[in-house]
């Protein structure tokens, strides 16, 4: 019951802070970040965390894509938040 309390006392302080979490950010976009296309529809989502910043993506070849450049893509996504 105590273990409940403080985990749910940090998922707050994780809300109010995103930044400073371990948790990662949620991904902001209904697209691929790499191809603009629709994510993943079914399944398991394809993801990946990066400087704190989750990403997903439409397919695997979009995350290799992400993995070569992957500052390229943080910029991209601070571009369209
Ligand atoms: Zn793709």
Redesign the pocket.
């Known amino acids: 019951m105590i273990k409940a309390t403080i985990l749910l006392i940090a998922h707050v302080v994780s809300w109010a802070q995103p930044a400073a979490a371990n948790e990662p950010k949620p991904y902001p976009l209904a697209i ?1 970040i ?2 603009d ?1 629709k994510l993943h529809p079914v399944g398991a989502p394809i993801s990946l965390v990066y400087e704190g910043q989750e990403f997903k ?7 290799r ?1 992400f993995k070569d450049e992957p500052e390229k893509f943080l910029q991209k996504l601070n571009a369209a938040e």
């Open positions: 691929c790499v191809s296309e993506f439409c397919c695997r070849e979009c995350r894509d």
